[in-house]
């Protein structure tokens, strides 16, 4: 496992962290799949943990995928053991729908939020979520909102919200999010010269309403290009 600790001081030095009395959802997102957006946003929420001290909530906004809280369990040497599964919603809220709904006996539906868990890491301030694809049924698909509610409850409980968006190149989930974060930082490879994909996705990250605060390099050993470091 590649150590990115002075990489994210840097960043944290960048992005910057909560402000008094307001808690702020960032989102890491990449154009394309392979750029290492779920190290990043793993590592950058890690870090505002066990270093920063702050209450930070990690969600994987790639619902059926599960990278982060697999690649947490995997790890417990670094990050902590997991604690018990608990409801990651404080409210009721979700992000997500699943549709159709599952019905109980007694007609009614089946909460969103109860697909949702979130599970405490090791000893320091830091939760991560992970959607229950167990509990889906043949047929049914799930949904990202272009709702703000959830995010908001979650404010209320953590200085800091690290949101890991899936590659814009197979899901619309980060333009979904984006203006409901207070930034959202792209992530690219180190060795990814192409600067058209990233440009794209931070221009239609702005038409969607959102905003981007940076661009990270993600294990960078050279300088970025001119055009991204006067674009963002």
């Not at 369990?73 to 990050?79: F, I, K, T, V």
């Not at 697909?115 to 698909?141: I, N």
């Not at 990233?198 to 960078?220: E, K, M, T, V």
Request: aromatic fraction near 10%; charged fraction near 20%.
């Amino acid at each position: 496992m590649v150590d990115l600790s002075a990489e994210m001081a840097e960043l944290w030095a960048r992005v910057g962290g909560p402000g008094p009395g307001r808690a702020r959802a960032i989102q890491f997102a990449a154009a394309t799949a392979g750029e290492g957006v779920s190290t990043v946003a793993r590592e950058f929420a890690f870090f505002a943990a066990a270093h920063a001290g702050k209450r930070v909530w990690l969600v994987d906004l790639d619902v059926l995928g599960e990278a982060q809280v697999l690649s947490i369990a995997d790890a417990p040497e670094r990050y902590g053991r997991l604690g018990p599964a608990s409801s990651a919603s404080p409210d009721g809220s979700a992000f997500f729908t699943v549709q159709p709904p599952l019905r109980r006996p007694d007609g009614r539906a089946w909460s969103d939020a109860r697909y949702f868990a979130a599970y405490a890491v090791g000893d320091v301030s830091l939760w991560v979520t992970q959607f229950r694809r167990d509990a889906m049924k043949p047929r049914q698909s799930v949904h990202i909102l272009p709702n703000g509610a959830y995010w908001n409850a979650l404010r209320r409980h953590a200085d800091l919200v690290v949101v890991d968006a899936p590659p814009a190149d197979r899901s619309q989930a980060a333009l979904t999010v984006a203006p409901f974060m207070e930034d959202t930082v792209l992530v690219v490879a180190a060795d990814q010269r192409d600067v058209q994909a990233p440009a794209r996705l931070r221009d239609a990250i702005a038409s969607a309403g959102g905003r981007c605060s940076g661009l990270f390099f993600n294990r960078a050993n050279f300088d970025a290009p001119r055009f991204l470091n006067n674009a963002f």
